[in-house]
């Protein structure tokens, strides 16, 4: 089954649609992904250091292109009975 919510969540970074991200926080049932965006989101709003910020960021950027590579291995992977 393919998760919509790792698309989502790519595009919605770099576009910079914060709000709908938040959305997608909230609604997500990916516990992991909700975590990384909420720490972007608070980076971001709320920045210490430009460095915390695009650290953040790549994080988030690095999970979901981690999730989606995840996701697709497991799609093509021959079932066992």
């Known amino acids: 089954m393919y998760n919509m919510d790792y698309d989502k969540a790519l595009y919605f970074t770099l576009w910079g649609q914060w709000d709908d991200l938040l959305?997608?926080?909230?609604?997500?049932?990916d516990d992991l992904l909700a975590?990384?965006?909420?720490?972007?989101l608070h980076a971001y709003h709320y920045p210490t250091t430009e460095e915390w910020l695009m650290n953040t960021h790549d994080q988030l950027l690095h999970y979901i292109d981690?999730?989606?590579?995840?996701q697709m291995t497991q799609e093509h992977e021959p079932v066992m009975y």
């Open 35 to 40: 975590k990384k965006i909420e720490q972007f």
């Open 66 to 70: 981690h999730a989606l590579v995840n």
């Open 23 to 29: 959305v997608l926080m909230v609604r997500t049932k």
